[in-house]
């Protein structure tokens, strides 16, 4: 089994290191790690340092010796999922699945069709949980680079974007509105990828044309019609395996 991942920003340097505060209470109370066990630190940026166990003290201090710490390289391409704003708590799945998938950026979007309106203090609350939900499900899948979560994005920013992708897709199952299939299209070897989840109404007319004038045209997945919570992990799993970053 591989190594648990804590939060540590910034690293420690070799030695004798102290996991203290909420980390060190998972680490301790949860986890339940003891002398000897391996774990890895990592500032969730790509740096990260492998260390073993030397004690477990109280409830949440966790004695560390660490060893020399390594930075991993960013992915190529990178793919960014703009991922429309869903009802309840299915952005949260959303998040989590795609960073567990490997996504790289997501991008919270008010689509014109979204129910869910980001707006003051709920705004600021579902975008903190967004980025709470990409650093636990980041820690889970024992990624050391997490995904960056933006602030939310008008259609207008959307689209500007995808003018400076290298390749630029909207999911959208209707192959009367002209959608290709997103397993043959032709995909960069590097550079940055960004995919469009829509809302559950759908991508409307009018934001498909302004998108479509930024370079993005319409991809489907498949002959089934997944859930905007969904979607973008399915494209995503697609994309890393076609691209060899799943190799």
Do not use: N, Y
Not at 67 to 72: K, N, T
Not at 121 to 144: I, P, Y
Not at 187 to 200: F, N, S
Not at 213 to 225: D, I, K
Request: charged share 25%; with cysteine; glycine share 10%.
């Amino acid at each position: 089994m591989t190594a648990p991942v804590f939060v540590v920003d910034p690293l420690p340097g070799t030695g004798e290191f102290v996991l203290d505060g909420p980390e060190g209470r998972h680490a301790v109370s949860v986890r339940r790690l003891r002398a000897g066990e391996e774990v890895v630190l990592t500032d969730g940026r790509g740096g990260s340092a492998p260390c073993v166990v030397r004690a477990a003290e109280g409830k949440d201090r966790l004695v560390l010796t660490v060893g020399a710490a390594g930075a991993e390289e960013e992915p190529a391409p990178r793919i960014t999922v703009v991922q429309a704003l869903p009802k309840g708590d299915r952005g949260e799945l959303a998040v989590e699945t795609m960073t567990e998938t490997g996504v790289d950026a997501i991008v919270p979007w008010q689509a014109s069709r979204c129910i869910t309106q980001w707006k003051g203090d709920r705004g600021a609350k579902s975008l903190a949980k967004w980025r709470s939900t990409a650093r636990e499900a980041g820690k889970q899948s024992r990624r050391v680079r997490f995904p960056e979560v933006a602030d939310a994005m008008t259609t207008k920013q959307v689209a500007a974007l995808l003018a400076s992708a290298d390749f630029a897709a909207v999911l959208h199952e209707d192959r009367e509105a002209g959608s290709e299939p997103l397993a043959t299209a032709a995909l960069p070897d590097d550079g940055h990828i960004v995919l469009i989840v829509g809302p559950e109404g759908g991508v409307s007319p009018e934001e498909l044309a302004v998108f479509a004038e930024a370079g993005a045209q319409p991809h489907r997945l498949g002959p089934s019609v997944l859930r905007t919570s969904t979607a973008g992990t399915a494209a995503t799993a697609l994309l890393l395996g076609r691209t060899g970053r799943w190799s």
